[in-house]
């Protein structure tokens, strides 16, 4: 079993930065697909940044595109979420997950929440005005 955990979440005011990071343990993930969802409570999970490993694509939801850059970290199976010029709708309960295969569907479907198999905990960012 493949377990992932957040870190890096909190609060901040708005035009601030916070950068959360994943780390995968456990069974080996062997997967190229991993990324970020985040949800409102009362709301559902909406996909923030997809990122392909097999050859480092990004995909962003509209409304983050251009404060929110997913990458590697640099240690082995751990991606990052640097955000930028936050704003309170960006307040959210923040999900990294994982796909289990290494078939590449992100590529195609990046958004699809029932693709991902492996989900983090969560860890929560609030923005304040």
């Known amino acids: 079993q493949v377990h992932l955990e957040e870190s890096g979440g909190g609060s901040v005011q708005a035009g601030g930065s916070l950068r959360l990071s994943c780390t995968a343990s456990g069974d080996r993930l062997s997967t190229n697909c991993v990324g970020w969802f985040r949800q409102v409570p009362g709301m559902g999970r909406e996909g923030v940044a997809i990122?392909?490993?097999?050859?480092?694509?990004?995909y962003y939801a509209d409304s983050v595109k251009g404060r929110f850059t997913i990458a590697h970290g640099s240690a082995e199976n751990t991606w990052n979420l640097q955000m930028n010029n936050l704003r309170p709708a960006d307040t959210a309960n923040y999900y990294c997950v994982a796909m289990k295969n290494n078939l590449g569907l992100c590529r195609y479907y990046p958004f699809t929440l029932n693709s991902y198999d492996y989900w983090g905990q969560g860890t929560q960012v609030a923005v304040s005005p």
């Open positions: 990122l392909y490993t097999g050859d480092s694509s990004t």
